[in-house]
């Protein structure tokens, strides 16, 4: 905490630019100057474009941190000006979970779906965790002590399958199960093969709670032979049965251990079934995260104690009330991954060739961006070098206004860069949870140094700019506010501590009163009473909306959206290995820094480098040993960074870890010299809910 707030990469004072976009050069401004420029290329571009041609980034560097939320971005103090001067341009989703939110819904219904909590696991025989990783990706490894508490406490047995031997792996894991990436739905039809043809699968339960498990459970509409039974038997339109074998050939795991493996999991009474954020996140990834959550459903292990629904653990959390930000007169959104294409061809993109929803069309591109906490302009948005040439263009973005405590690589892209302050520096307050809830209530620990400013002061002198201030503060200070909004909070959560008594706690907690989260606990009791969200009420193995989607929408080649879950490849430009890019690649998320925050703190880098882990097989080939300086290249870019040679990863796959800071010379080689992988990531977004296929991506490795 210490070298981030007293980090030479802060940012003291506002700053305009003076080189190219992507260079980091600027000069030191007066607020007055910034907000001055600000007010003024704001309502420019509303005067000229409309407010839709304004557009609010995604960012999560200070989630939560102050006035209630800063994600989603309808809930932030940004959004709440926007509003007060004619709205601006939304999206939806986000980079972590655009797949799995968008495509769960049309199985389950609602808007999010979690599984069972971590703790339950400790009523689990057995736990499968498909790309799955807690102890690395739940900072401060309380999640993996909820683990290692729930196996202990029974004895659960946990098989992990992963392209890495993961954290998880070391502390709890019984048995790692290496696959290739990408390739779950392959191994999630083989495990149901399994199951249908030794008669393993719960009949009464698919009965019950389900449609489109066979034939005889089809909507009417749907075309014969089009069931999830036909399919994996392979009397479906591809007459292609999904055996073990079959499975083999993709997923590169033994035929018999895939047979043990179904074995395994329709015998285990109660069986744990989860999986983490990144089989979803590729170009197929709507349809692996689909096809894992067929196998507590085919073994009826849905809505019990020690169960869960296959999707990601669910959690206990307070909420805390948000800023007011009013209604947006502009109700077109567009998927969070796809404001490049809005900013270079906005006025192209369609509800059915590029998933906006509010609107049918978008009728401007996007020509100011108003950034907040984010490094998603193009350290962990996908092909930086693409984003690069879109960003640097002034013609196309003709205004960026960027606020970031550090000089990021998003922060260089920025016209104007204001300097913000870190949660440490102001009062703040954060609700969130997990297995317990807790909330974070914090004073400053120290003054803010230089020109530095909170946002809800900067934006209020913006707001005055624009004639809104009045509207915009409501007379209100940000503490009155935070304190308005807790007491709103605590009107309809009465067990929570007055202001004044969070404030002096500092950390307040909750156990879980029910002791553990238990997905559809109430539809799995009376499912008539407790119907879910889908058009039938039940759980859509078969999605009519989904057949209708995939016959209307205008999809590219390699675009597969179908109405039950499926294996497809993905794309074959960054899914299928080549003579020139021979091994995949994929990303994963890192102990040394959350995405790329604390990406830029010497010692975390000292003590966690970014390094690309290589199988010792595809090392020798390439004459590469632990700790050389190799490149990672393919058709989007080329990175450098230091080789881990280790048999934690499955040969024929290079994996890298997110979020590290890059460092590259935009106006030259363009070569990447702090490894950060999204310099390998392709734009191109994946077929549904078009999210970052991030993981997506084949390459070659040789010694730099």
């Given at each position: 905490?210490?070298?981030r707030?007293?980090?030479?990469?802060?940012?003291?004072?506002?700053?305009?630019?003076?080189?190219?976009?992507g260079?980091?050069?600027?000069?030191?401004?007066?607020?007055e100057?910034?907000?001055?420029e600000?007010?003024q290329?704001?309502?420019?571009?509303?005067?000229?474009?409309?407010?839709?041609?304004?557009?609010?980034?995604?960012?999560?560097?200070?989630?939560?941190?102050t006035?209630?939320?800063?994600?989603?971005?309808?809930?932030t103090?940004?959004a709440r000006?926007?509003?007060?001067?004619?709205?601006?341009?939304?999206?939806?989703?986000?980079?972590?979970?655009?797949?799995?939110t968008v495509?769960?819904p049309?199985?389950?219904?609602?808007s999010?779906?979690?599984?069972?909590s971590?703790?339950?696991?400790?009523?689990?025989?057995?736990?499968?965790?498909?790309?799955?990783?807690?102890?690395?990706?739940?900072m401060?490894?309380?999640?993996?002590k909820?683990?290692q508490?729930?196996?202990?406490?029974?004895?659960?047995?946990?098989?992990?399958?992963?392209?890495?031997y993961?954290?998880?792996?070391?502390?709890v894991?019984?048995e790692?199960?290496?696959?290739?990436?990408?390739?779950?739905?392959?191994?999630?039809?083989?495990?149901?093969?399994?199951?249908?043809?030794?008669?393993?699968?719960?009949?009464p339960?698919?009965?019950?709670?389900?449609?489109g498990?066979?034939?005889?459970?089809?909507?009417?509409?749907?075309?014969?032979?089009?069931?999830?039974?036909?399919?994996?038997?392979?009397?479906?339109?591809?007459k292609?049965p999904?055996?073990?074998?079959w499975?083999?050939r993709?997923?590169g795991?033994?035929?018999a251990?895939?047979?043990?493996?179904?074995?395994?999991?329709?015998?285990?009474r109660?069986?744990?079934?989860?999986?983490?954020?990144?089989?979803q996140r590729?170009?197929n990834?709507?349809l692996n995260?689909w096809?894992?959550?067929?196998?507590?459903l085919?073994?009826g292990?849905?809505?019990?104690?020690?169960?869960?629904n296959?999707?990601?653990?669910?959690?206990?959390?307070?909420s805390?009330q948000?800023?007011?930000?009013?209604?947006?007169p502009?109700?077109?959104?567009?998927?969070?991954?796809?404001?490049?294409?809005?900013?270079?061809?906005g006025?192209?993109?369609?509800a059915?060739?590029?998933?906006?929803?509010?609107?049918?069309?978008?009728?401007?591109?996007?020509?100011?961006?108003l950034n907040?906490?984010?490094n998603?302009?193009?350290n962990?948005?996908?092909d930086i070098?693409?984003?690069?040439?879109?960003l640097?263009?002034?013609s196309?973005?003709?205004?960026i206004?960027?606020?970031?405590?550090?000089?990021?690589?998003?922060?260089?892209?920025?016209?104007i860069?204001?300097?913000d302050?870190?949660?440490?520096?102001?009062?703040s307050?954060?609700?969130?949870?997990?297995?317990?809830?807790?909330?974070?209530?914090?004073?400053?620990?120290?003054?803010?140094k230089?020109e530095?400013?909170?946002?809800?002061?900067?934006?209020?002198?913006?707001a005055?700019?624009?004639?809104?201030?009045?509207?915009?503060?409501e007379?209100?200070?940000?503490e009155?506010?935070?304190?308005?909004?807790?007491?709103?909070?605590?009107?309809k959560?009465?067990e929570?501590?007055?202001?004044?008594?969070?404030?002096?706690?500092g950390?307040?907690?909750r156990?879980?009163?029910?002791?553990?989260?238990?997905?559809?606990e109430?539809?799995?009791?009376?499912?008539?009473?407790n119907?879910?969200?889908?058009?039938?009420?039940?759980?859509?193995?078969?999605s009519?909306?989904?057949?209708?989607?995939a016959?209307?929408?205008?999809?590219?080649e390699?675009?597969?959206i179908?109405?039950i879950?499926?294996?497809?490849h993905?794309?074959?430009?960054?899914?299928v290995?080549?003579?020139?890019?021979p091994l995949?690649?994929?990303g994963?998320?890192?102990?040394?820094?959350?995405?790329?925050?604390?990406g830029?703190?010497?010692?975390?880098?000292?003590v966690?480098?970014?390094?690309?882990?290589?199988?010792?097989?595809?090392?020798?080939?390439?004459?590469?040993?632990?700790?050389d300086?190799i490149?990672?290249?393919?058709?989007?870019?080329?990175?450098?960074?230091?080789?881990?040679?280790t048999?934690?990863?499955?040969p024929?796959?290079v994996?890298?870890?997110?979020?590290?800071?890059?460092?590259?010379?935009?106006?030259?080689?363009?070569?990447?010299?702090?490894?950060?992988?999204?310099?390998?990531?392709?734009?191109?977004?994946s077929?549904l809910?078009?999210?970052?296929?991030?993981?997506?991506n084949?390459?070659?490795?040789?010694?730099?």
């Amino acid at each position: 905490m210490r070298q981030r707030i007293y980090a030479e990469q802060r940012i003291p004072y506002p700053l305009r630019r003076v080189g190219n976009r992507g260079e980091g050069k600027f000069e030191r401004i007066s607020w007055e100057e910034a907000f001055k420029e600000i007010g003024q290329k704001l309502r420019g571009t509303i005067d000229t474009y409309g407010n839709e041609a304004v557009y609010l980034n995604y960012g999560t560097g200070a989630l939560g941190s102050t006035m209630g939320k800063s994600w989603p971005p309808a809930a932030t103090p940004v959004a709440r000006l926007m509003n007060l001067v004619g709205g601006y341009l939304n999206h939806y989703s986000d980079y972590s979970t655009c797949q799995i939110t968008v495509g769960m819904p049309y199985l389950y219904g609602g808007s999010w779906v979690d599984g069972n909590s971590l703790s339950d696991m400790e009523n689990s025989e057995l736990a499968v965790f498909f790309g799955n990783n807690p102890s690395e990706t739940r900072m401060s490894g309380c999640k993996a002590k909820t683990l290692q508490h729930a196996r202990f406490t029974r004895n659960t047995r946990v098989i992990i399958i992963d392209p890495r031997y993961t954290d998880s792996m070391v502390s709890v894991g019984d048995e790692w199960i290496p696959i290739r990436p990408g390739t779950d739905a392959a191994l999630s039809a083989a495990l149901a093969y399994v199951m249908i043809t030794e008669d393993l699968i719960d009949k009464p339960f698919l009965a019950k709670y389900t449609i489109g498990y066979d034939e005889e459970s089809l909507p009417k509409g749907a075309p014969a032979g089009s069931s999830y039974k036909s399919y994996i038997l392979g009397q479906g339109p591809d007459k292609t049965p999904k055996t073990p074998a079959w499975a083999s050939r993709i997923t590169g795991i033994p035929p018999a251990r895939i047979e043990k493996l179904a074995r395994e999991i329709a015998g285990a009474r109660p069986c744990f079934i989860c999986q983490g954020w990144g089989p979803q996140r590729r170009s197929n990834g709507e349809l692996n995260c689909w096809s894992i959550m067929m196998l507590p459903l085919l073994t009826g292990q849905v809505g019990l104690p020690g169960t869960s629904n296959g999707c990601r653990e669910g959690s206990y959390s307070i909420s805390l009330q948000s800023l007011p930000a009013g209604d947006n007169p502009i109700k077109a959104k567009i998927p969070v991954f796809l404001f490049t294409e809005a900013i270079d061809h906005g006025t192209e993109m369609t509800a059915l060739n590029s998933a906006v929803t509010g609107a049918d069309k978008l009728n401007q591109n996007i020509k100011c961006m108003l950034n907040y906490a984010g490094n998603c302009l193009t350290n962990q948005h996908g092909d930086i070098n693409y984003a690069h040439d879109i960003l640097a263009d002034e013609s196309k973005c003709e205004f960026i206004v960027v606020w970031e405590t550090a000089m990021t690589d998003s922060a260089k892209y920025a016209d104007i860069l204001l300097p913000d302050l870190f949660r440490f520096e102001q009062v703040s307050q954060i609700g969130t949870g997990g297995d317990n809830a807790y909330m974070i209530s914090g004073q400053p620990c120290t003054t803010p140094k230089f020109e530095r400013k909170t946002l809800y002061d900067a934006l209020t002198l913006i707001a005055d700019k624009m004639g809104v201030k009045e509207q915009f503060t409501e007379g209100k200070t940000q503490e009155e506010w935070i304190k308005e909004l807790y007491e709103k909070t605590r009107e309809k959560d009465t067990e929570l501590p007055t202001y004044d008594e969070a404030m002096e706690m500092g950390v307040y907690t909750r156990k879980n009163p029910k002791g553990a989260t238990i997905a559809f606990e109430a539809f799995r009791n009376d499912p008539a009473a407790n119907p879910l969200d889908t058009p039938t009420g039940k759980i859509e193995i078969y999605s009519e909306t989904l057949a209708g989607i995939a016959a209307t929408w205008e999809l590219g080649e390699e675009d597969l959206i179908s109405p039950i879950p499926v294996y497809t490849h993905g794309f074959t430009e960054t899914d299928v290995p080549t003579d020139e890019f021979p091994l995949r690649c994929s990303g994963f998320h890192y102990r040394g820094r959350t995405h790329s925050s604390w990406g830029g703190i010497e010692l975390l880098k000292e003590v966690n480098p970014q390094e690309a882990w290589i199988n010792p097989a595809d090392a020798k080939e390439r004459s590469i040993k632990q700790g050389d300086k190799i490149r990672v290249k393919n058709a989007f870019g080329e990175i450098e960074l230091l080789a881990k040679v280790t048999p934690r990863v499955v040969p024929g796959t290079v994996c890298i870890s997110q979020g590290a800071w890059h460092d590259a010379d935009m106006y030259g080689d363009r070569v990447d010299k702090g490894g950060c992988i999204n310099t390998l990531t392709t734009h191109r977004p994946s077929p549904l809910a078009k999210g970052n296929p991030q993981h997506s991506n084949i390459c070659q490795v040789t010694k730099a």
